[in-house]
């Protein structure tokens, strides 16, 4: 055979492996189809609706509906054996009828669909059959059936657990809402404290006897009066930190602060106390050397009443204060240990941080920073009102003197006294109202 004969022949020959290689493909495609119905002998002898392939050759849930459009279908004009003879007969030649191609991952089980308790005992039971009849491997058949392996294996675990059926909601407790007087109560104090948060809020009003509610009632109050106060994301603290204090005085936070006071800068030394975030002592100088901290240091170590051996411990940064042969001295001559934080880390030093940011926020304003003598008093009003007034949400919105100089634990047991005699205040007053409202 010449090249010419070749090229003749060769469409011809390509063609009929094409056609050899569609027939197998169909003949495969029908004995899948086969062995998937027959999964379910036992459960379609049952009378139960069966998961089995769709028609066209994808995988579907059939139920009892779906059976009888199927067969509503079988019995319509096109669908007939004379129909099909009447169309063929039309066409002008014959028609051969084909299955279409199924689709790539087509889904019979939507994992997305809720499904009731017995849709799901169905599901898990046709997918036993199926492993029991034809022996496939279960990921293959959810692959199939389009069912992931972590839904299945959720299925059958509370199934085996026996808590596959339907959960009720059970509605919750109905709580009786604030009263007007209540209601006007925090909306006033909202605005007489416009720097606080609805936390520092509600309890503020607790310790005060202004108002007795949850933070989570404030937070809805002032929420639907348009009176809440978004605050700034705060930066996360080291996970490096200092020891944990247990007391008061056990450890202190030693940091410095610039201040631009017309017409020069002053530096703010201040000294806190990491158990109550109490600001000990505080000091306005014109320098930042050694011999300034130390003598405000010594200042706060003065003040204090009884001292442990090795406390207060202070915790600085690595600032040339801290590094000079003056504080080396003077730390050694009090036998105080002193801790540094890490290098270029001022997170680790966070609690001072965090309160100096808190003087330019709320204390140490430019209507205060005009001179030194005014800048002073604007401080110590500050600190008057921080250490005494002001409610800390680290220190469960109670002020640092409750931790400093009191007793939380029985601060915070009145607390939860006065919430529960509102409640019940509260409770009568509503069935009250709803009394002389039917009347």
């Known amino acids: 055979m010449n090249e010419q004969e070749v090229q003749k022949h060769a469409p011809s020959e390509t063609a009929s492996v094409d056609g050899r290689r569609e027939v197998e493909n169909r003949g495969r495609r029908a004995t899948e189809r086969t062995e998937c119905q027959r999964c379910l002998p036992a459960a379609r002898d049952r009378g139960r609706p069966v998961l089995r392939l769709g028609k066209e050759g994808s995988p579907g849930v059939l139920s009892r509906a779906a059976e009888q459009k199927t067969e509503t279908s079988r019995d319509s004009p096109g669908s007939t054996v004379g129909g099909r003879n009447q169309q063929a007969a039309g066409g002008g030649g014959r028609t051969e009828r084909r299955e279409p191609e199924p689709k790539k991952r087509s889904l019979a089980v939507r994992p997305r669909r809720r499904y009731r308790a017995e849709e799901k005992e169905l599901i898990l039971e046709t997918i036993r059959q199926a492993r029991l009849h034809t022996g496939q491997p279960i990921k293959k058949i959810l692959e199939k059936l389009g069912l992931s392996s972590a839904t299945y294996y959720r299925w059958q675990a509370r199934a085996q657990a026996e808590r596959l059926t339907d959960e009720v909601v059970v509605p919750r407790r109905r709580v009786p809402r604030p009263t007007p007087a209540e209601i006007r109560a925090v909306c006033e104090t909202a605005l007489d404290y416009p720097q606080l948060g609805y936390k520092r809020l509600s309890w503020l009003m607790v310790d005060e006897d202004i108002a007795y509610l949850r933070p989570?009632?404030?937070?809805?109050?002032?929420?639907?009066?348009d009176l809440l106060r978004r605050g700034e994301r705060?930066?996360?603290?080291?996970?490096?930190?200092?020891?944990?204090?247990?007391?008061?005085?056990?450890?202190?936070?030693?940091?410095?602060?610039?201040?631009?006071?017309?017409?020069?800068?002053?530096?703010?030394?201040?000294?806190?106390?990491?158990?109550?975030?109490?600001?000990?002592?505080?000091?306005?100088?014109?320098?930042?050397?050694?011999?300034?901290?130390?003598?405000?240091?010594?200042?706060?170590?003065?003040?204090?009443?009884?001292?442990?051996?090795?406390?207060?411990?202070?915790?600085?940064?690595?600032?040339?204060?801290?590094?000079?042969?003056?504080?080396?001295?003077?730390?050694?001559?009090a036998k105080i240990i002193d801790i540094r934080t890490r290098v270029a880390h001022p997170q680790s030093n966070g609690r001072l941080e965090r309160l100096h940011r808190t003087h330019r926020q709320e204390g140490l304003t430019e209507a205060v920073l005009v001179d030194y003598a005014q800048a002073v008093a604007g401080m110590a009003d500050w600190a008057n009102y921080y250490n005494y007034q002001r409610p800390h949400l680290a220190l469960k919105c109670m002020r640092p003197i409750d931790y400093y100089r009191g007793d939380p634990q029985a601060r915070l047991a009145a607390r939860e006294q006065k919430l529960a005699l509102a409640l019940e205040a509260r409770k009568r007053y509503w069935q009250a109202y709803e009394t002389v409202k039917e009347r």
């Open 216 to 225: 989570w009632q404030v937070y809805e109050l002032l929420k639907g009066h």
């Open 234 to 333: 705060a930066v996360a603290e080291a996970l490096r930190r200092p020891p944990e204090p247990e007391r008061p005085d056990q450890v202190w936070h030693v940091d410095l602060m610039y201040l631009y006071i017309q017409p020069r800068w002053y530096y703010l030394v201040d000294i806190l106390d990491g158990y109550s975030r109490f600001l000990v002592h505080w000091s306005l100088n014109l320098t930042m050397t050694a011999d300034t901290v130390t003598l405000t240091v010594q200042e706060a170590l003065d003040g204090l009443d009884c001292r442990r051996q090795g406390e207060p411990k202070l915790v600085h940064d690595h600032g040339s204060q801290f590094l000079s042969t003056e504080w080396r001295q003077f730390v050694e001559g």
